[in-house]
Nanobody, 129 residues
């Protein structure tokens, strides 16, 4: 059974930084995508960043240059380093995953919620001005 557990959320002032972690268990696919999504009150859940098993990354335009997604395969843990945070980054952040099975060396993971099968419970990020 796949379980994803996020941690690292909190409250920061505008311009600050946070690092989110997603610990994955029961996830042993040889190739797949891991993504970070966020949902603000009254808004749709949106993709923020994603990383493929082999390392290729995808980012939403709104976070390019500020957020970095990474993975530690030895720990089966994924990270989202968030710098230069803005009040509009305030949201519940979720990690999600799905297997790809194609085993390609390069693949840009999508940032669409419908593609992801497994989801964590979320961690709150609040950025004050």
């Amino acid at each position: 059974q796949v379980q994803l557990v996020e941690s690292g959320g909190g409250s920061v002032q505008s311009g600050g930084s946070l690092r989110l972690s997603c610990a994955a268990s029961g996830y042993s696919f040889s190739s797949g995508c891991m993504g970070w999504f966020r949902q603000a009150p009254g808004k749709k859940r949106e993709g923020v960043a994603a990383i493929y098993t082999a390392g290729a990354t995808s980012y939403a335009d709104s976070v390019k240059g500020r957020f970095t997604i990474s993975q530690d395969n030895t720990k089966n843990t994924y990270y989202l380093q968030m710098n230069s945070l803005k009040p509009e980054d305030t949201a519940m952040y979720y990690c999600a995953a799905y297997p790809t099975f194609h085993g390609a060396d390069y693949y840009l993971c999508p940032l669409t919620t419908s593609r992801y099968e497994y989801w964590g419970q979320g961690t709150q990020v609040t950025v004050s001005s």
